[in-house]
């Protein structure tokens, strides 16, 4: 190889291996916290007995005129009111996981969702680290709904696919 040849085959080598060792070094902390972001939700998941709607199929369902109940659980004044998945109601529920379900909260759930505990019923809020949709999946679950579904990515994942959203007038 001429020397030429050799320089800019060296210089190739350590620049490749240069941002491979950047790479596995950024790759190697963000996939901490995404194994731990992805945990945390499976187990959310499984106490809570609900199923998973993925942002693409949540959209996907819309477009085929699926019969069924989208739930916002963010904030009415600071969120649902400015921006909210096409067709969505919505019912706020609290950050923590909640423990206890309150009678008038129970009653406005129960109404809510309605009589047919086998309706589709998607909930969602921000995104995946934001718990008010787990909240609500997981009563409309132990309230004995059937066909419960909780979209994680929320109306973070919803903008960043550039679906269509609605405003409160």
Same mark, same amino acid.
């Given at each position: $190889?001429?020397?030429?040849?050799?320089?800019?085959?060296?210089?190739?080598?350590?620049?490749?291996?240069?941002?491979?060792?950047?790479?596995?070094?950024?790759?190697?902390?963000?996939?901490? +916290?995404?194994?731990?972001?992805?945990?945390?939700?499976?187990r959310e998941a499984e106490r809570?007995?609900?199923?998973?709607?993925?942002?693409?199929?949540?959209?996907?369902? *819309? +477009? =085929?005129?699926?019969?069924?109940? *989208?739930? +916002?659980? $963010?904030?009415?004044?600071?969120?649902?009111?400015? =921006? @909210?998945?096409?067709?969505?109601?919505? $019912?706020?529920?609290?950050?923590?996981?909640?423990?206890?379900? +309150?009678?008038?909260?129970?009653?406005?759930?129960?109404?809510l969702l309605g009589p047919d505990?086998? !309706?589709? *019923?998607?909930?969602?809020?921000?995104?995946?680290?934001?718990? !008010?949709? @787990?909240?609500?999946?997981?009563?409309?679950? !132990?309230?004995?709904?059937?066909?419960?579904? !909780?979209?994680?990515?929320?109306?973070?994942?919803?903008?960043?696919?550039?679906?269509?959203?609605?405003?409160? =007038?």
């Open positions: $190889m001429k020397k030429k040849g050799l320089w800019t085959f060296l210089i190739c080598v350590i620049f490749v291996l240069g941002f491979t060792g950047i790479s596995y070094a950024a790759w190697g902390t963000k996939e901490l +916290d995404t194994e731990k972001a992805a945990v945390t939700f499976a809570g007995g609900y199923k998973v709607v993925t942002t693409e199929e949540l959209k996907g369902w *819309i +477009d =085929q005129k699926k019969n069924m109940l *989208i739930v +916002d659980t $963010m904030p009415y004044e600071a969120s649902f009111k400015k =921006q @909210h998945i096409p067709g969505a109601v919505n $019912m706020e529920f609290p950050i923590p996981e909640m423990t206890k379900l +309150d009678d008038k909260t129970k009653i406005a759930l129960e109404k505990n086998g !309706r589709l *019923i998607v909930f969602y809020c921000g995104f995946v680290k934001c718990t !008010r949709s @787990h909240n609500g999946a997981m009563w409309a679950v !132990r309230l004995g709904y059937k066909n419960v579904y !909780r979209h994680p990515g929320g109306i973070k994942a919803w903008n960043e696919a550039e679906y269509p959203v609605e405003k409160v =007038q």
